[in-house]
């Protein structure tokens, strides 16, 4: 989930579902992708050329492998409610993150925060800042075909206590990590060189 921007990685990850789908056959039919990407500013045009291309990687997913019982690609465009998104959260097997490059990244540490069940997976690129405190994550490489498609169907594939040990320890990074230990007080600076006036 997140703006629609070409740095979020949102075609790569299509891409690597849709190869996903055709090369696990078994697959078919058992996994929905709910790909959230909302519009950050509808006023240029290359968020404009980002969205469509999205838009025609998910219907052409969804072309080649739906049915009347099953579509592959839940696409929304609109922002979701907070309430909603944590509902969406605590019911998602897996939460697939892989921008191109990112900050902090919080939607991976809300994904992490809501799992008061201590199940699901995190799926967290390597150029997401937050790589850095969530190694019990599975890391993806959203720019290597092989990597993406080896994140995602490892963490399709994980068991039980593997996701619940891995959980655990996703869980207690976010919860040391908190605003309390970033707020004032706890940062050192240091003053730069004095200028003359």
């Known amino acids: 989930m997140g703006r629609t921007d070409y740095t979020k990685g949102g075609a790569q990850q299509l891409e690597s579902f849709e190869r996903i789908l055709e090369t696990q056959k078994d697959l078919r039919g058992k996994l929905r992708l709910m790909h959230v990407s909302v519009a950050a500013n509808r006023n240029m045009?290359?968020?404009?050329?980002?969205?469509?291309?999205?838009?025609?990687?998910?219907?052409?997913?969804?072309?080649?492998?739906?049915?009347?019982?099953?579509?592959?690609?839940?696409?929304?465009?609109?922002?979701?409610?907070?309430?909603?998104?944590?509902?969406?959260?605590?019911?998602?097997?897996?939460?697939?993150?892989?921008?191109?490059?990112?900050?902090?990244?919080?939607?991976?540490?809300?994904?992490?925060?809501?799992?008061?069940?201590?199940?699901?997976?995190?799926?967290?690129?390597?150029?997401?800042?937050a790589a850095v405190e969530l190694g019990d994550a599975v890391i993806a490489n959203p720019f290597s075909y092989k990597a993406m498609d080896r994140s995602i169907l490892k963490a399709i594939e994980m068991d039980g206590p593997e996701r619940r040990h891995r959980m655990e320890r996703l869980r207690a990074a976010v919860r040391d990590n908190d605003l309390g230990k970033w707020g004032p007080g706890r940062l050192s600076v240091t003053p730069g060189p004095k200028r003359a006036a």
């Open 45 to 129: 045009s290359s968020y404009e050329d980002i969205q469509t291309e999205i838009e025609q990687i998910a219907g052409r997913i969804n072309g080649r492998f739906g049915t009347l019982e099953w579509q592959p690609v839940a696409l929304i465009s609109r922002a979701i409610p907070f309430d909603e998104l944590v509902a969406y959260y605590r019911a998602a097997d897996v939460a697939w993150i892989t921008p191109l490059a990112d900050g902090m990244n919080l939607v991976c540490k809300e994904f992490v925060a809501s799992r008061v069940d201590g199940d699901g997976v995190l799926v967290l690129s390597e150029f997401a800042g």
